[in-house]
């Protein structure tokens, strides 16, 4: 049974910095991608970054520069650090795994219960 356990959100002041960690359990972990997603009040969920079972990280446009995504197959948890936070990435930040077939092209199956990141001004 496939387990995403999010943690490492919270409040934090505009500009500041949170770590986000996900532990993963239940299927083989080094072969698959993984990503966050993030969804806000009334916003579709998004997705913020990926990266493949090799480790290469991917992202979209919108989140590129203060979002870096990485992994640790032997831990079995992957992360995603959040620098200058501003108060539009209030969202709830969730971790999903899926398929691997390369850069930027994940087919997202699961996802975890996520953790609430909140970004005062």
């Known amino acids: 049974q496939v387990q995403l356990v999010e943690s490492g959100g919270g409040l934090v002041q505009a500009g500041g910095s949170l770590r986000l960690s996900c532990a993963a359990s239940?299927?083989?972990?080094?072969?698959?991608?993984m990503g966050w997603y993030r969804q806000a009040p009334g916003k579709q969920r998004e997705l913020v970054a990926a990266i493949t079972s090799g480790g290469r990280p991917s992202y979209p446009d919108s989140m590129k520069g203060r979002f870096t995504i990485s992994r640790d197959n032997a831990k079995k948890l992957v992360y995603l650090q959040m620098n200058n936070l501003k108060p539009e990435d209030t969202a709830v930040y969730s971790c999903a795994a899926g398929t691997d077939y390369g850069p930027g092209r994940a087919d997202f199956r699961s996802w975890g219960q996520g953790t609430q990141v909140t970004v005062s001004s």
């Open positions: 239940g299927f083989h972990f080094s072969v698959v991608a």
